[in-house]
């Protein structure tokens, strides 16, 4: 089972980036997929989720209107479209499976976004 997240780097205020997740190992499609993030000396942050139909999504109020949560059942890929981004959503950014009602779930390694000019 894997979980490989891509797509961080460095990006100046106001920028935009867009996290992937590439999932294998596991019936992707039958997992709600999570994103969450975690900045030194903070708290974990669950910032997103969808279903796994992609059916509903939901997102945290920091981020809420400044990112989009999709996925691709085909290519086994969620994905995190970020907007307008901020010093302070610099954080390492993870993804997450999860089987409802089972409680199987698999992390990601992580991408270490950073917001600055």
């Known amino acids: 089972v894997q979980l490989v997240e891509s797509g961080g780097g460095l990006v100046q205020p106001g920028g935009s980036l867009r996290l992937s997740c590439a999932a294998s190992?596991?019936?992707?499609?039958?997992?709600?997929m999570l994103w969450a993030r975690q900045a030194p000396g903070k708290a974990h942050e669950w910032i997103a989720g969808i279903k796994k139909d992609g059916s509903d999504v939901w997102y945290g109020d920091s981020v809420r209107g400044r990112v989009t949560i999709s996925r691709d059942n085909a290519k086994n890929t969620v994905y995190l479209q970020m907007t307008s981004l901020k010093p302070e959503d610099t954080a390492v950014y993870y993804c997450?499976?999860?089987?409802?009602?089972?409680?199987?779930?698999?992390w990601g390694q992580g991408t270490q976004v950073t917001v600055s000019s």
């Open positions: 997450k499976a999860i089987y409802y009602g089972v409680g199987i779930e698999y």
């Open positions: 190992g596991f019936s992707f499609s039958d997992y709600a």
